[in-house]
């Protein structure tokens, strides 16, 4: 629990010496598996800070709420994370002089469900520690082992950036990159389908859509002041729920954050109805890093996104 | 009431009978984690080991979007055309607290106005509960005055036993839902239904991760409007519609019609949420609610205070969909037991 000490001393030195007027974190949410977002202002609250294989959320956008704030934000952020305040800086959604970035190399989560299918929710869990084979979670009733294999997150299969690409403090030793799953497995699979299965593989997941808007809002890439789905002139989606408007909400979606989806996952974790949304995103993503041969979107704050710059050596064979 | 029993054999039969006789709606399981309620063509479609829907099935009586009247012009009038006729519909395998949710959306729309819409379907739907056999962690409905084998509502019982299904019947709709396949129950002589139920009933009762305590939280609510907390609970909310949609006693909607040629269409009603910014965004852009800070207060007061001060009844019925699929876990339990703590240290602002 050395990064979760740090991070408590960080939090603390920065709100005494007003180097920060806010620090978002993780403290512990209602129950075991579970985590909330953290808004700590005052040196006695920084306790509530925590750090655990279970802080799932993505927090940089977050710092949306407070880009009027009168001193610096100071917000925590994973690899994927990382990613996003990149994004945001390039974005000009936040200045980066008025953030504070305290970095946390994460060696992949612990999948909540999972944990919550052996823990009592009521109990608290009071050190947690990884090693290559598994999770260990210590909590007021005993020290709890969760297999690597069966028990990471999936999206941690695939981490690109176990260290955070940006950070003003790194609050636990860089881990370099190790071997991953390809993340472009499942992407190439539902490639290879007939158009026919795609289209009805896509149609059976849109079909149950419920349109609660949770993958947009959680998207650190979907920025706009006002976001062209709750635009009511001109329309251009309509709030019927149907397969043919939720088709057209998705493939909007999509090819917004086209190049600046940062693959961080979030809106697949939110889904309520488990819309595999990572691989519609991956599958732009996959394109783009064919068609430009660029990192993923995020990945260095010096170099823009394909589809927000220009270069004499783009691809042109559409012109 | 009378009580029966049938055997799984016999129960298999009677689905599919009902299935040709009425539109049955069932839990089906969608995807691994995805369990929702459809119209099915046979039993062996139908999940009856479910849990808890990932939707409530309020979507039947209240659908998402739903087709209020065709509209159309012809030698300078306009005419209207009904939309929605409904045939007569099973909800079949009904959880209890779906059922009590259902009661709770029934005096919103069959109040001062009578809601012909959904009055329809309401008429036209019969309601055949099926009581827990577990409960899963966020369930909590045991503290909002249901309970996992309390049918109260529904118009049939039933409660899974050892040799099959046992099946009271709670109202004459129900009754002749039996009486039609009478050959297929027999007649439970000696109450084992009951008190297999009943047996249910109290071993469930213990498995309850927590238990809530709501009194007082009304009268709290009815005195203080502004809290520091709804601020507190704000920042992290996304203000997404999950909680909203999901829950079955949700109730607000939007009406819009559809014309491609400005001369006929179609006016419909679609699910509105009370969390989304533009919810109460008039014309000319003024919000009353303009932060997430009141979007998230009308929606603990809908459900704790404004729902008991309209209809005498709560506005959850404890099924955790929310607690469950809240992104940033913002869990009604907790808010309960925070606004316990907050009547009780009284920290609250200068008033």
Known sequence: MKVQENLRDIARKLLVNKEATLVIGYAPGSEVSRVIPAFIRKEEEVDHLIWNPLCVNNLAKYLLDYNQEPGKVAVVVKGCDSRAIVRLIQDNQIPREKIIILGIPCPGLLDPETVASRLNPNTQILSASLNEQAFSIQTEEGIFTFSRNESLLEKCRSCEHHTPVIADFMLGEEIPPANRVDPFEKVKKLEDLPVKDRSDYWDKQFQRCLRCYACRNVCPACTCRECVFDQAEPCWIAKANNLSENTAFHLIRAFHVAGRCVDCGECDRVCPVNIPLTLLNRKILKDIKDLFNVPTPGTNLNELPPLGSFTNSDPDEFM | ?351
């Open chain 2, 1 to 351: 009431m009378n009580a029966y029993i049938i055997t799984r054999d016999n129960l298999r039969t009677w689905i599919d009978a009902l299935i040709r006789d009425y539109t049955l709606v069932a839990p089906v399981r969608e995807e691994e984690k995805v369990s929702l309620f459809k119209p099915v063509g046979s039993f062996t479609e139908i999940d009856l080991n479910y849990t808890n829907s990932t939707i409530s099935p309020k979507g039947w009586l209240f659908p998402q979007t739903e087709e209020m009247f065709f509209f159309f012009t012809s030698d300078n009038q306009i005419n209207l055309e009904d939309a929605c006729k409904p045939g007569t519909t099973i909800l079949f395998g009904l959880r209890p607290c779906d059922v009590k949710g259902i009661i709770a959306l029934d005096p919103v729309f069959n109040g001062t106005y009578q809601d012909c819409y959904y009055q329809m379907r309401r008429q036209n739907t019969i309601l055949v509960c099926l009581c827990c056999t577990r409960v899963e962690r966020h369930c909590f409905c045991n503290s909002m005055g249901g309970g996992p084998t309390n049918g109260e509502g529904a118009d049939l019982l039933l409660t899974e036993m050892e040799d099959g299904y046992g099946i009271e019947v709670l109202t004459s709709r129900g009754e002749e839902l039996v009486n039609k396949y009478h050959q297929l129950f027999a007649v439970d002589g000696d109450n084992r239904v009951s008190k297999t139920r009943d047996e249910m009933g109290k071993k469930l009762a213990s498995q309850f991760s927590r238990k809530v305590d709501i009194s007082g939280i009304k009268e709290f609510l009815d005195q203080h409007f502004e809290l520091p907390y709804w601020n507190e609970l704000a920042q992290r909310c996304l203000g997404c519609g999950i909680c909203t949609f999901i829950c079955p006693t949700c109730h607000c909607f939007d009406i819009f019609d559809q014309s491609p040629d400005g001369e006929s269409g179609v006016r419909s009603r679609c699910w509105d949420s009370c969390m989304f910014s533009h919810f109460t965004r008039m014309a000319g852009g003024h919000n009353p609610r303009p932060t997430k800070k009141e979007r998230i207060r009308n929606r603990f007061l809908h459900k704790l205070k404004y729902h008991r001060d309209r209809y005498n009844l709560d506005g959850c019925v404890g099924c955790g969909r929310c607690i469950n699929k809240c992104p940033v876990n913002i869990d009604i339990r907790q808010i309960i037991a925070d606004l316990q703590e907050v009547a009780r240290y009284d920290q609250l602002p200068l008033s």
